[in-house]
């Protein structure tokens, strides 16, 4: 290849960054302007807006019920995971067949559909809104990658090292926790944070699922958007993405490790 | 192991790991994989299941370390009946092909795993791993993770592993197959030189039968599920009890005749015209019944002078390097000698005679 | 070897089956009370009038109304648009990325899939900022003397807000047909007389076919489907088919029709998700979902 066609690659390849960073280093940059109207680049610095979102109740109970459902979403998406991965790749039991054909099939179906889905049958139930109902509502959207998480995990672990594991006197239990649950480790931690970010950034579930008094943090901030133009969505946006950062850095860690596995499996 | 010689670890003087087997049936998605296998070992034996592919000795294996129970027959170790004892109770040390460490756990956490699960104070642990590790001449290597070791310290680790709990029985699931030529040789001299030194009796599963022969104190034939022979290396090789097991191990001449009756030094038959003999597999056939023989082409021997033999036309010779390979053309069909490097090698067209000693082939029915 | 069959205690035996049910059951459960029971009960209402009576009527509706066809049309173009905007961006970048180092290929990796990381409301609030009438694109042609055109409520506006999250969707499965190019062949054509464009149109281009289908299916069929960022451009002006579910559903609140929509939603994706599935098999290739 020329020094031209280089040329011209990095600087595409510069372009493209650019737009997939521009939302949100225009966010980050226009949080701080001083106008009462959100404009780029910012007017003067001021970390004015910081401070109206905490003096905002609504959007810190919003994040705190955010954060309370996408723990919940992680953490029972790791177990029913975990559950149904083993449940899958290891034994043969009545409606395997059916749960496989639902696990591929609900990556298919539109959110939007699956929200309406579920107002349509909560209600039908009597069942109303609650942080318990949009729990159940995002493990529809968190549950399969976590089972298929654990899959790929288990599809990973030789077999051998569990009759190793039980021929070394390790009573069953013991082999599950020593043995196949570290094999799964990096796929049920990526499977709970997905689950997280999954639920944390939901809205088109939340959206039906929702009322006035309760309302995620995606809910609110959409809502507040369609009648206020001022830098505060952009303060919030700003603290969203730093805790975004916050949690790749730290995933990243983990699946750093994760990693480290495959490749020691790699060379064995 | 390593160069440096080091005291096994302190073994009870009592001799053990019995084991026997008495009609140990299994069947696997409606196949007989194992039919009826009766076996007993000494203490301290290094007994090796040698057969083909599918022929039942991993199943066997298994079901000896209790990953598979069997479906009849009885398991006993030092007398005490296992069948149904699940395999953390066994106690048995096993080396799998893959080696199977746990990915996860340093050399010696892997070594540790199973004095750990045996509530083995940490103190006492630690020693015992550095001993071991030591004996297989992996001390250095013990933070190591097994992702970052070669494939011969990846089975030193595991078969430290194995041997640090002191196991009933030692078992290795086709432990060198995914090593190199060079380093299967020499790790296998190593585990067996270790086997004889701290003295646990030794069940190797391997479908190489140079390896079986190598190593192994007694053999155990198997294929389709049975135990076609068992006796000790240099019996398997010269005197081959079934066709399966002459053509499985080696290159053999098998010879087919009538049986004559008893002689001084084994039974003679005749083959072609002309009187042979060799040792019968198992029980004398009567006289008249039709037989086979099978000879190694190790213990033919040509000769020119009109001895007693088998009488042929020097077809081919081939050097071979360590051997030299002859191929003479009898009236009962080709004999293929292999004659030391400094024999005197005949013209090819020269009358030769083809003899043994009785006592370095078998003979068997057909 | 021998046949080695599970660990001790088995699964074919009848403690096994106990066993794997017990396991299965919180998914099972899952799915059975929170996806089967809810599809079940939209296609259940998409067949009944408001008041509970069964009817065809929803479908002849949406299908027989102009507005609806053209919704239906618009929701395919934008889809295809897409497609075709993220090829048009992503392809090139892929083949950039194949000459970088592992290093760099993961940074870029990474960029490529930020805009999955990054909450979904906050993006294409950023969207509106970077394409507002007080935002850098305004600005940009401002001071050039132009008036800036309308650039927010639109089709375009979707379109690149959709580009944005999609591209990831198209480059990753992309590098993984164009990493299984032998990387001898373009230089053995070189050998053999031809142009560096000939190399690209006789054996890159067709070999990376599998990939580019992969990544257009899943963009196109996950662009068909999304909300968020069209609710969020677009507005009320651009008619998408989810945004006609969402506002039939909670503003209009006629429940039946919403889920009408919702179902042939369903079925223009999921023929499509299907059809690429099937693909997949017979192609062998790989594909990250974000």
Redesign the interface.
């Given at each position: 290849m020329t020094r031209l066609t280089a040329l011209l690659g990095g600087a595409f390849a510069v372009l493209v960054g650019l737009f997939l960073i521009a939302p949100v280093a225009v966010t980050v940059a226009s949080s701080l302007t001083t106008t009462a109207y959100v404009t780029f680049p910012p007017q003067g610095i001021t970390l004015r807006w910081y401070a109206e979102v905490f003096q905002k109740p609504e959007f810190l109970s919003s994040f705190a019920l955010s954060v309370g459902v996408a723990l919940g979403a992680a953490a029972v998406s790791a177990v029913a995971g975990l559950a149904g991965g083993l449940a899958i790749h290891r034994y043969r039991f009545p409606g395997r067949a059916a749960l496989e054909a639902v696990l591929s099939s609900a990556f298919a179906v539109p959110t939007i559909v699956l929200g309406i889905g579920l107002l349509q049958w909560f209600a039908q139930m009597g069942l109303a809104s609650s942080p318990f109902t949009l729990l159940l509502a995002h493990l529809v959207l968190t549950v399969p990658y976590a089972v298929r998480l654990v899959l790929a995990g288990l599809a990973g672990l030789d077999r051998s090292a569990e009759k190793a594991a039980a021929g070394l006197g390790a009573p069953p239990f013991a082999v599950f926790w020593h043995v196949t649950l570290p094999a799964v480790r990096g796929a049920l931690i990526g499977g709970a944070f997905f689950a997280f970010i999954t639920s944390f950034d939901d809205l088109t579930v939340a959206l039906f699922v929702v009322t006035t008094d309760l309302q995620t943090l995606p809910v609110r901030i959409f809502n507040y958007m369609q009648y206020d133009y001022d830098p505060t969505v952009t303060a919030i946006g700003t603290l969203m993405v730093l805790f975004a950062v916050v949690a790749v850095v730290v995933i990243e860690r983990f699946v750093g490790v994760a990693r480290l596995f495959g490749a020691d499996r790699d060379q064995q | 192991m390593s160069t440096s010689v080091t005291e096994a670890p302190a073994r009870s003087d009592v001799r053990r790991g019995r084991l026997r087997l008495d009609g140990v049936r299994k069947v696997?998605?409606g196949k007989e994989?194992v039919s009826s296998v009766d076996l007993e070992t000494e203490p301290g034996e290094f007994l090796t299941l040698l057969g083909p592919?599918?022929?039942?000795?991993?199943?066997t294996l298994?079901m000896v370390?209790?990953?598979?129970?069997a479906d009849g027959g009885v398991i006993e170790v030092d007398g005490r009946d296992i069948t149904a004892v699940?395999?953390?109770?066994?106690?048995?040390?096993?080396v799998?092909?893959?080696?199977?460490?746990?990915?996860?756990m340093t050399v010696a956490e892997n070594v540790a795993?199973?004095l750990r699960?045996?509530k083995v104070p940490a103190a006492d642990r630690r020693r015992q791993v550095a001993e071991m590790l030591e004996l297989v001449g992996l001390d250095g290597m013990a933070d190591r993770?097994?992702?970052?070791l070669s494939g011969g310290q990846?089975q030193r680790a595991?078969l430290a592993?194995?041997l640090v709990?002191q196991p009933d029985l030692l078992?290795l699931d086709?432990p060198f197959s995914n090593l190199d030529a060079q380093l299967r040789v020499r790790l296998r001299e190593e585990v067996a030189a270790l086997q004889r030194r701290i003295g646990t009796t030794t069940i190797l599963v391997t479908h190489d039968q140079e390896e079986a022969l190598a190593v192994s104190d007694r053999i155990a034939v198997m294929a389709d599920g049975v135990i076609h022979q068992l006796d000790r290396p240099r019996e398997i090789y010269l005197r081959p009890g079934t066709d399966f097991v002459a053509r499985f191990i080696g290159e053999v001449n098998a010879i087919e005749g009538t049986a004559a009756g008893p002689v001084a030094d084994g039974y003679a038959c005749t083959v072609a015209g002309e009187t042979v003999a060799a040792t019968p597999a198992g029980d004398p056939p009567a006289a008249g019944e039709a037989v086979r023989l099978y000879v190694r082409p190790e213990v033919v021997r040509i000769s020119t002078d009109g001895a007693q033999g088998l009488r042929g036309t020097v077809r081919e010779t081939r050097f071979l390097g360590s051997r030299i390979r002859c191929v003479v053309a009898t009236p009962a069909g080709e004999v293929t000698a292999a004659l030391p490097f400094d024999a005197r090698v005949p013209a090819v067209g020269e009358e030769v005679t083809c003899a043994w000693r009785p006592s370095d082939a078998s003979l068997a029915a057909r | 070897m021998a046949a080695v069959g599970r660990v001790a205690g088995g699964s074919l035996n009848r403690s096994g089956r106990r066993t794997g049910l017990l396991l299965a059951l919180p998914a099972i459960l899952i799915f059975a009370l929170l996806f089967v029971a809810p599809l079940c009960t939209l296609v259940a209402n998409s067949f009944r009038t408001q008041t509970g009576a069964f009817t065809l009527d929803n479908y002849q509706r949406f299908l027989g109304d102009p507005f609806y066809r053209d919704v239906l049309w618009n929701t395919l173009k934008v889809a295809a648009l897409t497609t075709i905007g993220c090829l048009v961006v992503g392809y090139p970048f892929a083949l950039y990325l194949r000459g970088r180092s592992p290093r760099v290929r993961n940074w870029l990796a990474l960029l490529l899939l930020s805009p999955l990381l990054i909450s979904m409301v906050i993006r294409a609030y950023g969207w509106l900022v970077v394409l507002g009438p007080q935002g850098p694109v305004a600005a940009v042609i401002e001071w050039f003397g132009l008036t800036p055109p309308q650039l927010l409520y639109n089709d375009t506006a979707v379109l690149i807000g959709m580009v944005h999250v999609m591209l990831a969707y198209m480059v990753l499965p992309l590098m993984g047909s164009l990493d299984r190019i032998d990387r001898t062949l373009v230089p053995a054509a070189r050998g053999l007389g031809a142009s560096g464009w000939t190399c690209f149109w006789r054996i890159t281009l067709p070999l990376s076919a599998p990939g580019m289908l992969a990544g257009a299916m899943i963009v196109f069929s996950l662009t068909a489907s999304s909300f968020v960022t069209p609710a969020i451009l677009g507005g009320p002006k651009v008619k998408l088919m989810p945004y006609f579910v969402y506002t039939q559903a909670t503003v209009t609140l006629d429940w039946p029709y919403a889920a009408a929509i919702g179902f042939v939603l369903v079925v223009v994706t999921t023929g499509l998700l299907l059809a690429y599935s099937r693909l997949l098999r017979r192609g062998g290739g790989e594909v990250v979902f974000g």
């Open positions: - | 696997l998605g994989v592919s599918g022929c039942g000795k991993t199943t298994n370390a209790g990953h598979l129970t699940p395999p953390h109770r066994r106690s048995m040390g096993m799998f092909q893959s080696y199977a460490l746990f990915p996860h795993f199973g699960m045996r993770h097994p992702g970052r990846q595991a592993r194995a709990v078992l086709e | -």
